[in-house]
């Protein structure tokens, strides 16, 4: 069913199309009746594309649209030719990933995911001083081969990391296994 308004209900001049109050404003007023647009925050899915021809994470080339992933992006990595370790360098943020490919993480870099479920298929390589996070209930699976030495590894809110692969983990003074509030896990 296709709804039409009279013309003067689209017209962005007339005075039921005014903004009143931060965050909304109003699309038409018919019979009585306020029609409201809310706020909404809209999930998007970033890929690889490799565009820049590194390897580095934080090169915003290598992305759909040429731009880093957001906190609120879900990341695609595909299986590429070659094994392929996509460096993360510095703290990134993203709802989810699900990567068919290696991901490695430097001492200065961390890798922390939101919410929803993740996976990486590839080897997961974290250098001593990384950190890898998970929050909120999310998910995360390294099925893959992964090093975690002199890494630390945090799971909060119900969140819970699985490495069934793992295939090393040797403890430093500065690294940390810590699964905190109820339904947390680190596997």
Not at 29 to 38: A, I, K
Request: proline share 3%.
């Amino acid at each position: 069913m296709e709804l039409r308004f009279p013309k003067r209900f689209l017209n962005p001049r007339h005075r039921s199309h005014r903004a009143r109050g931060k965050g909304s404003r109003r699309l038409f007023s018919h019979l009585g009746h306020e029609f409201r647009l809310e706020d909404r925050r809209l999930l998007s899915t970033v890929g690889w594309d490799g565009g820049a021809g590194t390897l580095n994470w934080q090169d915003a080339a290598n992305w759909s649209a040429d731009v880093l992933p957001a906190p609120t992006d879900d990341v695609v990595i595909p299986d590429l030719l070659g094994e392929i370790r996509i460096l993360i360098t510095q703290s990134t943020v993203v709802r989810s990933i699900n990567s068919a490919e290696g991901l490695g993480i430097t001492s200065s870099g961390s890798l922390t995911v939101t919410s929803s479920s993740s996976q990486v298929t590839g080897e997961l390589a974290l250098s001593s001083g990384a950190s890898i996070s998970a929050s909120t209930g999310a998910v995360f699976t390294a099925s893959g081969a992964a090093n975690l030495d002199g890494a630390s590894v945090y799971a909060t809110g119900g969140a819970v990391l699985t490495f069934p692969g793992v295939t090393s983990y040797t403890s430093t003074t500065s690294s940390v296994l810590q699964a905190t509030g109820s339904g947390s896990a680190i596997v």
